[in-house]
Structures are given as C-alpha cells and as structure tokens.
Nanobody, 124 residues
Framework: QVQLVESGGGLVQAGGSLRLSCAAS????????MGWFRQAPGKEREFVAA????????YYADSVKGRFTISRDNAKNTVYLQMNSLKPEDTAVYYC?????????????????WGQGTQVTVSS
C-alpha cells in the first residue's frame, strides 16, 4: 500500500506559478513511476505529466509542455509539479498517482494508487 498526499495548491493569478508536492508513505516511491492528473468541473480526469522511476525521462500533455515540470526526489519520497505561466484553463483538482507496472503512462487506468487531490484555481 502507498498513501499519497498532495499539497501546494491554491489561488493564483494568470501568469503566476505554483509548485505542487506529492508525499508518499507506506512504500518507497522509487518502486513507482509517478504521474500527475487533473480534473476540472464537468470534465473527465486528464493526464498532465509523468516521470519514470529513476526520474531520467518525463512525459507531458501538449497543453502543459514548456510550462510545467515534473520532478522527483526519491530520497524524500516526494514528487513535484512546478507550474509556470498558469492559465485560467489550468484550473482543476490536481491528483498525483503511483504506477507499479509501467515505465510511466498517460492512462489513469495504469495507476494503482491515488492521492486525494489539491485544488488549483487560476484567476484571469
């Protein structure tokens, strides 16, 4: 079992930045590829970014490429999502997830464990 807890969400103006953190407990995070997803009101959950176990390869949705950066510190059992140049359309609940079977996936169904989410609101 892995417990994931997100933090760092909040209200920010368009063009601003936030850094989300996802702290894991229960098992060492280095066993998992990690991902960030988001869900806006009335929309399906969508892929944002993923990172391989070693942190050497990352994947991004086209909508955030060049603005968001996923990283991990396996020694601290924590994954991060640095979000820059935020837009109102980035407003959503952001979830981190752990994947024990793939190298890093864009598909929510591949992830075994999920956090409760943290709200990000970007005002125009």
């Amino acid at each position: 079992q892995v417990q994931l807890v997100e933090s760092g969400g909040g209200l920010v103006q368009a063009g601003g930045s936030l850094r989300l953190s996802c702290a894991a407990s229960g098992r060492t995070l280095s066993r998992f590829a990690m991902g960030w997803f988001r869900q806006a009101p009335g929309k399906e959950r969508e892929f944002v970014a993923a990172i391989r176990r070693s942190g050497d390869i990352t994947y991004y949705a086209d909508s955030v490429k060049g603005r968001f950066t996923i990283s991990r510190d396996n020694a601290k059992n924590t994954v991060y999502l640095q979000m820059n140049s935020l837009k109102p359309e980035d407003t959503a609940v952001y979830y981190c997830a752990a994947d024990s079977t793939t190298w890093g996936s864009r598909f929510a169904s591949d992830y075994d464990y999920w956090g409760q989410g943290t709200q990000v609101t970007v005002s125009s």
